[in-house]
C-alpha cells in the first residue's frame, strides 16, 4: 500500500483498504465453504486456525490508523461527499459507520465474546441433548451480560435501547420500537388468520410432501428451476450440505448449497430457490464497486427478502406451478404420477403449527421469530430474567400458536443463535418477509403480466427489477430507506397479511 | 505475534512465525486446487488477486527484520542447535536457508520475473499454436538473461555453476555436476535398451489401452485402488481436473485430482496412483511438526520418488496386477472381458518412443529430462545460443529416441516451464525415478515377501517403510543424504537401470 500512497487520492487509498479488507474476507467466505462441502474431517483444526488468522488480518487492515486519517480527509474533501447519493459518499460514509464500530469494541471483550461463543455453542448442544434449560442458564446469563456491556461500548440514542445497538450489527438503522410496530399487527392478524385456517374441515393434500423421487432426478430438476430463475452458473455453484445456505468470495462468485430428501422434493427446491435469491442479490451487486459498501448487501433483512423473493413470492405461486408442475412428469417419469397441479401447488402451501422454527411453514414462521424477538428484547431490557425464559417461551406458543411445548430442546434451546452470543438478529428473518411482500407487490404493479410470465418460466423481467432496484444501491440507503425508495412507503405488515391471506384463505376454503 | 513475545522463547517465536505464514501459504493452496476444481469461469480475476494477496503477506511474515534477529538468536543457543539433527536444529537451519534466499532477490526482480512469466506463457502459448519458436525466442532470451540475473543473486560456490543456484529453489542441495555423473550412465544404459527393446519383433498386446469403460466405474475402481495403497480419505480428496495434481492444505488435509478418458483407464489409474503418492508423502509428515520445515517436504525429486514408486514400482508390477486384474472384472464386467492377467500388465508397460514427455511411458520419460537439462545447462552457461535450442533439441530426439521431431510444437515448444521462467526444474523428475527405484531396491531387501503382499493387495508394510524412512524426517536431510542414510549409497543408476531392463526385456522377448 505505502509505496503507492502518493500518486493516490485519500479516498483511491480508502477504497484499495476496503478492497484489501474485503479479499481477505473473500477467502475466509471460500474456506468457510469448502468447510461445510468439501473438506475431509481431518482439515477441521487447521481450517478453525485458518480462518481465526483471515480474520485478524481483515480487522488489522480495516481499524489501522490510517483509515482514521483517511476518512477525516476524505469527509472533508466536498468533491467527495457533496453528493450524499454518489458511490464515493456513500463509501465513506458506511466506511466510517464500520471503521467507527469495529474500533469502538476493546480487545478483551471481542476476545472474551469469541471464548463465551464457543463454549456456548459447546454447553448449548449439550443442554439440547440433555433438554435441560437450567444447565445451559449459567452460560446464557454470562452471554446476556456481555452483550450488555457490547452495546454499552456500541452506544445508542437517547430513544432508543440496549438491543438496537446489538440490531445494528445485523440490520444497521432498524430499532426494536420500529419492529414492534409492524410486528404488532402481523402478529394480531397472523393469530387470526391461524385460528381460521387450523378450524377449517378443507386443507390442501400433503401427497406431494411424501413422494419418494430419485435423488439425481432431483440434483437435475431443482439446477434447472435456480438456472431459470436467473441464478448465473458461470458465476457461481450449487453443492450438496447438511443446511443450505450461500456463500463464496464476492458477486462472481457465489457458491449455494441444498440438501436432499428421498421424500420431499420440495424441500430441496425450496431450499434452492432460497438460496439462489441470496445468490442473485449477491451476482446482481455491481462488479465495479465491488469490495466497498456500494458492491455489499444493505443488510440480512434485506438479503433474506431476496431469498424469500424466489422461495416464496415465486416458488409457491400458482402461477410457478402452472410452469413446474409438467416438468415433474419430464424429470421424474411416472414417479410423479398422482401429483396434479393442485396437488403440487397445495403441497407447497401446508400450514401447520409446529415446536421448530426451521421447519416452519410460509405463515407460522413469523409467529416464531416474534417471540425470540419479544423474549431478547426483554432480556436485554432487564425486564425478564435468564430462568423464567422456559415458562415465558411455552407460554407465547400456547398464545399466538396454539400449541404446548413437550419440552425444552423443542422449546427454548432448539436454536443456536443466543449460544453464539447473536443477539438482534431473529428479527432480520420476518423483516425480510416484510419486505419481500411489499417489493413484490411494487414489483406487480410496475411489471405488467407478471404472473402470466411466471406461467411461461420467463423470470428475466422481475430478476432485472431487482437488480436495477434494489442490488444496484448497495449500502447507498439503509433497508427502511430503501423500502420507502422502492415502494414509497414506510414497511407495512399489510402487504405480507395480504398475500398470506390472499393465497391461504382459499386453498382452506374459508 | 507482539503480544505473546515476553513468554517466548525466540526459537518458540520462530516456529511460531515459521507456522503463520505456512498457514497462509496452506490457504492459497486450497485457492489453487478450488481454482482448478471447483470455481466458475467468474471467480478467476479475483482469484488472482486473493492468490497474490496471501503471496505478499506470506512473504511479508517470512522476510520481517524480526526473522533475521530470531534466527541469530536461535543459533546461538547451544540447546536449541547442539544437536544437528534434532528438530530444533534442523528447523534454524532450514529456516536460516529460506529466509537468506527469500531476502536476497531484490524486489524489482521478483517483479520482473512474475511480469516476464506471466507475458512468457502468454506469448509461448501463442508460438506453441503457431508451432514457431521465432516468435518465443526474444522473450526466451530476457528470460534467460534474467535468470542469470537471479542465479548472481543467490550466487553459488567455486566449483559450482549458475544452473546450481536455479536449481536450489527445487532440489536443494543438487549440482548440475552430480546430475551428469549420474545421467550420463542413466543415458547410454537407457539408449541401448531402447534399441533393444525397438528392434525385438514381441512386444506387449496393446488392447488394455484402447478398451472402453464407463466413466462412474473407472471412478470408483481407482478412488478403490487409491485407498487400498493407503491414500487416507479422511484426511483428503479425489476430484477431476484437466491435469491431475496433488495439493491442499497441510498433512491432514491433502487433495489429489486424476482425470479419466472412456478409452484409457491406465491412464485414471496412473495419474491417480501417481497422485496418491504425493499424497501418501504429505499425510506422512508429521502433524506435530505441521508449518516448519520438519514437517515439509524435502524437495522435487523426493516427492518424484514417492509418487513414482506406487505408479511405477507397485502400479506397473505383476504382483500389484495379479491383485488387481480380477477387480477389473468386479468393477467394468463383461466390458473387461478380453483382458487377461498378461494383457492387463503388459498394457501398463508398453514402451513407445514419442515426441511428448508428457504422455512417455517409465522408460522413454527420462530421455525427455535429459535432453531439456543438457539444453538448459548449456544455454545458461553461454554454450549456447536461445536460436539455435531447435536445431540441437531436434539432434537429441534423433540421437537419444531415434525419432524425427516434426515442428517445434511438438518439439522444443511443448513445455511450459521455460516460458514461467523455471529453469532447473525439469532434472527433479528423473531424480525422482532414480531416488525412487533405489529405495524400492532397499525396502524389498528390509521388507521380507514384499512382492508376495502386492499379490494380496497388501500396501501396508511398504507403505510403513516409507512413512518411517523417508515421510517423518521432514526436511531434515537434503535428498542426496536422505538417499545415503535410507539405501546406504550414493544415488546411483543402477537401480532404476536394474528395473527397467528386468521388467522390460522379458516383456519385450529379449
New interface residues.
Given amino acids: 500500500m505505502t509505496t503507492m500512497t502518493a500518486t493516490r487520492t485519500p479516498y483511491d487509498e480508502l477504497a484499495h483498504i476496503s478492497r484489501?479488507a474485503s479479499?481477505?474476507g473473500?477467502?475466509a467466505g471460500?474456506?468457510g465453504w469448502?468447510q461445510e462441502v468439501?473438506?475431509?474431517?481431518?482439515?477441521l483444526?487447521?481450517?478453525s486456525?485458518?480462518l481465526a488468522?483471515?480474520a485478524r488480518?481483515q480487522h488489522q487492515t480495516f481499524t489501522d490508523e490510517r483509515v482514521g486519517d483517511l476518512l477525516a480527509e476524505c469527509e472533508a474533501d466536498a468533491g467527495v461527499t457533496d453528493d450524499p447519493d454518489s458511490a464515493t459518499a456513500v463509501n465513506v460514509r458506511e466506511l466510517r459507520r464500520d471503521y467507527d464500530r469495529q474500533t469502538r469494541l476493546p480487545a478483551e471483550l471481542v476476545e472474551e465474546e469469541a471464548k463465551l461463543a464457543s463454549l456456548g455453542q459447546h454447553i448449548w448442544q449439550e443442554a439440547r441433548r440433555k433438554s435441560d434449560f437450567t444447565t445451559f442458564r449459567p452460560l446464557l446469563e454470562k452471554i446476556v451480560d456481555l452483550m450488555r456491556r457490547k452495546a454499552e461500548c456500541y452506544g445508542w440514542p437517547d430513544d432508543g435501547e440496549a438491543w438496537d445497538a446489538l440490531a445494528e450489527d445485523y440490520e444497521p438503522g432498524c430499532t426494536a420500537k420500529q419492529i414492534e410496530e409492524v410486528f404488532t399487527p402481523l402478529r394480531d392478524r397472523l393469530r387470526t388468520l391461524l385460528q381460521g385456517l387450523m378450524g377449517s374441515s378443507t386443507k390442501p393434500p400433503n401427497t406431494f410432501n411424501e413422494l419418494p423421487l430419485d435423488l439425481g432426478r432431483q440434483r437435475r430438476f431443482v439446477r434447472g428451476i435456480a438456472e431459470a430463475i436467473g441464478f448465473?452458473?458461470?458465476?457461481?455453484?450449487l453443492d450438496i450440505s447438511t443446511h443450505p445456505f450461500c456463500s463464496g468470495?464476492?458477486c462472481?462468485?457465489v457458491r449455494l448449497t441444498t440438501r436432499f430428501h428421498e421424500c420431499n422434493v420440495n424441500d430441496a427446491l425450496g431450499s434452492t430457490m432460497h438460496e439462489a435469491g441470496h445468490g442473485i442479490y449477491e451476482q446482481g451487486l455491481l462488479t465495479e464497486h465491488?469490495g466497498t459498501p456500494m458492491g455489499s448487501a444493505v443488510s440480512l433483512g434485506i438479503h433474506e427478502s431476496q431469498s424469500r423473493m424466489w422461495e416464496n413470492q415465486v416458488g409457491r405461486s400458482h402461477a410457478f406451478w402452472k410452469w413446474a408442475h409438467p416438468k415433474l412428469r419430464e424429470f421424474f417419469g411416472s414417479a410423479a404420477n398422482g401429483v396434479d397441479l393442485e396437488t403440487a401447488y397445495g403441497g407447497a402451501n401446508i400450514v401447520t403449527p409446529g415446536f421448530i422454527r426451521v421447519e416452519a411453514d410460509e405463515a407460522t414462521y413469523n409467529m416464531h421469530i416474534m417471540i425470540r424477538f419479544e423474549l431478547e428484547r426483554a432480556i436485554l431490557r432487564g425486564d425478564l430474567e435468564v430462568g423464567d425464559i422456559p415458562e415465558v417461551w411455552n407460554a407465547k406458543y400456547r398464545d399466538y400458536l396454539g400449541i404446548d411445548v413437550p419440552d425444552d430442546a423443542r422449546g427454548c434451546l432448539q436454536d443456536i443463535h443466543w449460544s453464539m452470543a447473536a443477539m438482534g438478529y431473529f428479527p432480520t428473518y420476518t423483516l425480510g418477509n416484510l419486505y419481500c411482500a411489499q417489493f413484490f407487490e411494487t414489483a406487480m404493479d410496475q411489471i405488467p403480466g407478471l404472473e402470466a410470465q411466471f406461467e411461461r418460466g420467463k423470470f428475466g423481467d422481475l430478476k432485472q427489477w431487482l437488480n436495477e432496484n434494489i442490488h444496484a444501491h448497495g449500502r447507498r440507503y439503509r433497508a427502511a430507506d430503501l423500502c420507502e425508495h422502492v415502494t414509497g412507503k414506510p414497511l407495512s405488515a399489510d402487504p405480507l397479511m395480504r398475500h398470506l391471506e390472499g393465497k391461504l384463505r382459499p386453498l382452506y376454503g374459508l
Wanted: proline share 6%; aromatic share 6%; glycine share 12%.
Fill in positions: 484489501s479479499l481477505l473473500g477467502t471460500l474456506l469448502d468439501m473438506m475431509p474431517p481431518g482439515g483444526e487447521y481450517r486456525l485458518q488468522q483471515l488480518l448465473d452458473f458461470d458465476r457461481g455453484r468470495s464476492h462472481n462468485d465491488v
